[in-house]
């Protein structure tokens, strides 16, 4: 069974840049979450996506955006990038809502220079 | 809003040399909270949940255990294959589906 699979590993953008980041869940998982992972901060939760509708978002400015399309897979966008976006992206998924047992991607790292 | 403080940060042992992790947490109401372990430039992998008090979950060499105000990753007879970060989570009852509240990690390292 094929995990979760996150594009692209790395990247490298310029502040001011947008980019999109991409997420194909577990087969069969409807719930896609995306967190990020810095040094300083750890773990932070992005935002929570569901049959195509966003459950929950964390606590970040509205440069941060995500949907998720009929087939699961799911996209986030940071637009305007600052330094401090640079980051490990994680992407998880599971089978449903509230079962907070996440399989999570390998992750994006962003570099923001 | 929801904390978790995992301690330490760092923790070296030798193999053979058992010992546990520390997370501590706050959270207006547990639903479920979570070890997660983690290996360098991969994502975490899902280790335990446990939902109450007195619950304990053992894989291997690692058992796990919960109280209400914190939960312990006791590691017996470590073995270098055991190094990783170890991340403990809390999951809220509020109905906020999967939006985890992550501690910082105990980076374990275990020689030969």
């Known amino acids: 069974k094929a995990g979760v699979t996150q594009t692209p590993r790395y990247l490298i953008k310029t502040r001011g840049q947008q980019v999109t980041l991409s997420c194909s869940p577990i087969?069969?998982?409807?719930?896609v979450s995306w967190y990020q992972q810095t040094p300083g901060q750890g773990l932070q939760f992005l935002f929570e996506?569901?049959?195509?509708?966003?459950?929950n978002k964390g606590n970040f400015p509205g440069r941060f955006s995500g949907r998720q399309f009929s087939n699961s897979r799911s996209e986030m966008n940071v637009s305007t990038l600052e330094l401090g976006d640079s980051a490990l992206y994680l992407c998880?998924?599971?089978?449903?809502?509230?079962?907070?047992?996440?399989?999570f991607g390998e992750g994006s790292r962003l570099t923001v220079l | 809003e929801d904390q978790v403080t995992q301690s330490p940060e760092a923790l070296r042992l030798q193999e053979g040399e058992s010992s546990s992790l520390n997370c501590s947490y706050t959270?207006?109401?547990?639903?479920?909270l979570f070890w997660y372990r983690q290996d360098p430039g991969k994502g975490p992998e899902f280790l335990f949940t446990?939902?109450?008090a007195g619950e304990e979950k053992e894989k291997e060499r690692l058992k796990a255990t919960l109280t209400k105000k914190e939960s312990f990753l006791h590691i017996t007879a470590p073995k270098p294959e055991d190094s990783a970060t170890y991340l403990c989570?809390?999951?809220?009852?509020?109905?906020?589906?999967?939006?985890?509240?992550f501690g910082g990690g105990t980076r374990l390292m275990v020689k030969p």
């Open positions: 959270v207006s109401g547990l639903r479920g």
């Open positions: 087969s069969g998982h409807r719930s």
């Open positions: 998880a998924s599971t089978l449903g809502v509230n079962t907070g047992e996440l399989f």
């Open positions: 446990l939902y109450s």
């Open positions: 996506y569901f049959s195509e509708t966003q459950r």
């Open positions: 989570a809390v999951q809220p009852n509020n109905n906020a589906g999967n939006m985890l509240t």
